[in-house]
C-alpha cells in the first residue's frame, strides 16, 4: 500500500468492490495508519498477512467510531489497534447488521454468513495517543463492545484475541446464529451482553476480568460480572444459548472493591 495515503487507497479499493460485487481487498504486512473507519462492501473479505504482520492503526475518528462495519464480510488474519485508551472505551466496534450502529429503521435481515477470523485486538501503542479534541464522555458512554452484532445473522468469531475492552460480544436485535469460538479476551464490564438473539455457541476460551467494580465505575454489575442474558426487546428474547468450556480469571479477586 505505498504511494497514496491508507484511507484514500481504502477508499478506492472499496469503490471498486462495491461496483463489483464483493471480493478480497488484501493488505500486505506492514503497520498502516487510519483517519477514516473501513466500510466494507457486501460479500468482500479484508484480509491481512497474519496476526501481528498486518497491523491497522486507528486515529482520531469521529463517531461512531466503528472501525469495521458491513453487512456480508469476512475479516482475518491482522491485528487492529484502537485509537484511543482501552480502558475508556471500546478497542473495537465490528457491526454485523446494515452497515451502521443502530438499526433506526427495520429493514429485511441480513443472512449471510460473516466471520471475524484470527484477528488481534490491541489497545492503542505509546505512539498512538487520543486525538486533540477527543470527547471522553462520548466516547465511553456510546461505544463499548469488541464485536456487536445488531439485528443480523450468521456471524462467526474464532480465534480473536481482545487486550482490553468493557463488553467482549453484545447481540442484539434479534440476531440469530452468533457463534464464537477459541476466543481470549480482558474484559472490564460484562465480557458477554446478549439482548434477543437466538442460537448463540460460546466455547472454547479464556476471559480476564480487569480491575475492580468499583475502579472501573461499574457498581451495578454484581459481585460476579460478566455475563448479561437479558430481554431488552418487547417483542422478543434471549434463547437456546450454549456456553461452556470457557476459563475465566481476574486481575482482582475483590471484584467489588
Not at 152 to 162: K, M, R, T, Y
Not at 224 to 229: D, E, N, T
Request: aromatic share 12%; proline share 5%.
Amino acid at each position: 500500500m505505498a504511494g497514496a495515503s491508507p484511507d484514500a487507497q481504502i477508499a478506492s479499493a472499496v469503490t471498486a468492490l462495491t461496483r463489483s460485487g464483493g471480493g478480497v481487498l488484501q493488505i500486505p504486512a506492514g503497520t498502516y495508519y487510519f483517519n477514516k473507519s473501513i466500510s466494507i462492501p457486501a460479500r468482500t473479505i479484508v484480509r491481512g498477512a497474519g496476526q501481528g504482520l498486518t497491523t491497522l492503526v486507528f486515529r482520531g475518528l469521529s463517531y461512531p467510531p466503528n472501525l469495521f462495519s458491513g453487512s456480508s464480510f469476512g475479516i482475518e488474519s491482522l491485528t487492529v489497534r484502537a485509537p484511543m485508551s482501552a480502558a475508556d472505551c471500546n478497542v473495537m466496534s465490528i457491526v454485523s447488521s446494515y452497515g451502521c450502529t443502530y438499526q433506526a429503521i427495520q429493514k429485511k435481515r441480513n443472512t449471510e454468513y460473516s466471520w471475524v477470523r484470527d484477528v488481534d485486538i490491541r489497545k492503542p501503542a505509546a505512539d498512538d495517543p487520543p486525538p486533540a479534541n477527543w470527547n471522553r464522555t462520548a466516547y465511553v458512554t456510546l461505544c463499548t463492545t469488541a464485536i456487536n452484532s445488531e439485528a443480523s445473522e450468521n456471524l462467526g468469531v474464532d480465534n480473536v484475541f481482545a487486550e482490553d475492552c468493557y463488553n467482549f460480544i453484545t447481540v442484539t436485535g434479534q440476531s440469530n446464529y452468533t457463534r464464537a469460538t477459541n476466543i481470549r479476551f480482558a474484559y472490564r464490564d460484562m465480557s458477554f451482553l446478549l439482548r434477543c438473539g437466538h442460537n448463540l455457541v460460546v466455547e472454547n476460551g479464556t476471559r480476564h476480568f480487569l480491575g475492580t467494580a468499583r475502579i472501573n465505575n461499574r457498581y451495578y454489575i454484581g459481585w460476579q460480572p460478566g455475563f448479561l442474558v437479558g430481554q431488552y426487546c418487547p417483542t422478543s428474547f434471549t434463547k437456546n444459548v450454549y456456553y461452556g468450556n470457557m476459563t475465566s480469571t481476574s486481575e482482582n479477586q475483590s471484584w467489588n472493591e
